[in-house]
């Protein structure tokens, strides 16, 4: 089975937006939610270090309209980072230590994984942005049952994260960062079981930060660069969980 229609017709992004999605919890976690549940693709987002950004619902909306069903929770209850925060490494150090960490993270992940196989997903993947590109290596290495994860402008990963990932990866790191790296940790991805299905594309034209919080989507050149970007992830998504 495969989905030639929602991969070729991906939708644009655009500037202004209306969400499409609900906004509900899980216990006591807030979440937003695209797509109809019931899909039995279902894909859990780890926004960036913004939060719920209307860049990163309308990501999530729009994966949810060509047959996914997304989770994108609130990780950090909201309280995301600022931009005056980004220049503060004191502020930084004890985001990672805390509420930015994997240990503070890894309930969420269980929770919402959780919810969506219980709401019908057969095949279940993550996604991360920035920050969250670290969480979904972790998850590939730590969680069962994924079928492959992606990694957008992914910050705080190391060429020896990949590996130990477990299932297919796809990193679409911008210009920003360590390209080298890239390929020598998918030189060693390409050598496990599954490294067939994994895959690097490079965003050298573009910053980080351009398909999430930071993306200036009025700006048609990025507007165009993040729909690719999307594009990408429903490609890659629609082939793991077409098997």
Known sequence: ???????????????????????????????????????????????????????????????????????????????????????????????????????????????????????????VGVIGFCWGGRHVATALEKLDGLVGGAIVHPAMVTSDDFGKVKAPLMALPSKDEDMEMFKKGFAELKTKPFGAQCRLESFEDMTHGFCGARGDWADPVVAKRSRDAIHLLVTFFNDLMSN
């Open 1 to 123: 089975m495969s989905f030639p229609s929602a991969c070729c017709n991906t939708p644009p992004v655009v500037a202004n937006y209306t969400t499409k999605g609900e906004y509900g919890k899980l216990g006591d976690l807030d979440c937003y939610f695209a797509g109809v549940k019931g899909s039995k693709r279902g894909l859990f987002i780890n926004y960036d270090v913004f939060g719920f950004h209307p860049n990163v619902l309308q990501l999530c909306d729009i994966l949810g309209s060509v047959g996914f069903y997304v989770v994108l929770p609130d990780l950090l209850r909201g309280a995301p980072l600022t931009m005056p925060d980004l220049g503060k490494p004191e502020v930084l150090k004890a985001f990672m230590q805390n509420a930015g960490s994997w240990k503070t993270s890894e309930p969420a992940y269980v929770q919402g994984l959780e919810y969506l196989r219980n709401s019908g997903a057969t095949s």
